[in-house]
């Protein structure tokens, strides 16, 4: 059994503003080291050498592929996640703890041949880098998925309709070895529910990260990813439970014996 360490701990980090939220007074690093985490998945904002200097002293540092740029009309466009990667892949000779990229909404986001480009520009200057991707309980039998697994080294999955479903977090755990084959798992763990737009409900937000503590210790998964930083100062009763409750686990993992 595997004890759970602040190494198993990822946070979506960097500025962001959710509707219904307004900007967040968290800066860049800042929730990651509230919630006791070693690992940043940095999002929502160009990857910069001014960005990645403030990420220096974690562990581990992801950043997101996945632009977008703000047009006229109200409209986003997606930038080239190839461009992202090959730049990233770059950074990633300077900035060590740069462990790999990764593409939010994949399979809403991207083409397959747009994943498998972003893939091997991601390695073109360092082969070690990950591409991670986020992945979508509801979309496990879509077919097209195994079309994007050959270019996703770990997948980061996601219950988005969390009243309707999260219950069934134990069914989804136990078909991943099928559904993603030889892939790590990192669990994705949301401190508010989009869907219907509240911060999520205190039995569901104890159920999840309870589940997500258990698996680690079964080795079902390697680690799990909170999101985000940006919502600590929205929601601090949330926040401050999740905080508490990995450092009551944290503790107990150090206790000798």
Known sequence: ??????????????????????????????GTRYFHAENVMYLFAATT??????LRGFKRVVCDITKWKFIEGGR????????EALKLSRFSL????????????????RKVNEVEEAYCALKKYNPTLQLYGVIYTHEFDLPVLEEYLPYIDVVNIWVWENTKNLRN??????????????????LGLYLYDYPTKQPMPKELL??????????VKDEK???FSILASSLIDHFPETARWVREFLKENLSRSRAPG
Not at 76 to 83: G, I
Not at 94 to 109: C, E, K, P, Q
Request: hydrophobic content about 40%; proline content about 7%; overall charge negative.
């Open 206 to 215: 104890e159920f999840e990260f309870k589940k997500a503590v258990q698996y």
């Open 221 to 223: 998964i390697i680690g």
């Open 76 to 83: 986003y466009v997606a930038l080239s996640s190839t461009e």
């Open 1 to 30: 059994m595997t004890e759970l360490t602040t190494d198993h701990i990822w946070v979506w980090d960097g500025p962001a503003i959710d509707y219904p939220m307004g900007p967040s007074i968290m800066g860049l690093g800042e």
């Open 49 to 54: 050498e001014f960005a990645l200097d403030k």
């Open 169 to 186: 977090l134990d069914s989804y755990i136990e078909r991943c070895p099928e559904v993603f084959p030889g892939k790590p798992i990192l």
């Open 94 to 109: 300077r900035y060590r703890n740069i462990v790999g990229g990764i593409i939010d909404d994949l399979i809403h986001t």
